[in-house]
C-alpha cells in the first residue's frame, strides 16, 4: 500500500484550544483521522489502529472516554483472523 503525505497549516491558537500537544501533533492529527473515520463508518477498527498508531485496547479505551461507541462487524472478524494468520 502506498502512503500519502498531506500538509496543511493549522494556526497554533487552534491546536492550543483543541488542546493539542504540539510536540506530537503529527500523531494526534492521524488519531484525529482514525477517530472520525470510524466514528463514521469509513474504516474498520483495525485500519482505525493502523492509521492512528494505537492498538485495539488503546483505540477503544479512547473511543469510549469520546463516547464513541464500538462498530464491529463480521468483515472486521474476517479482517482480524487474516491478520493474524498471517503472522
Not at 500523531?27 to 473515520?37: D, G, M, P, S
Not at 485500519?47 to 468483515?75: R, V
Request: charged share 25%; glycine share 4%; with cysteine.
Amino acid at each position: 500500500m502506498e502512503n500519502l503525505n498531506v500538509k496543511f497549516e493549522v494556526p497554533t491558537t487552534v491546536i492550543s484550544q483543541a488542546g493539542l500537544d504540539l510536540k506530537n501533533i503529527s500523531q494526534e492529527v492521524k488519531r484525529i483521522l482514525a477517530i472520525f473515520l470510524y466514528e463514521h463508518k469509513r474504516i474498520s477498527l483495525s485500519k482505525a489502529c493502523e492509521i492512528g498508531g494505537m492498538s485495539q485496547w488503546e483505540f477503544s479505551d479512547m473511543n469510549c472516554n469520546l463516547g464513541i461507541p464500538t462498530h464491529y462487524s463480521e468483515d472486521n472478524l474476517s479482517e482480524d483472523l487474516e491478520k493474524l494468520s498471517d503472522v
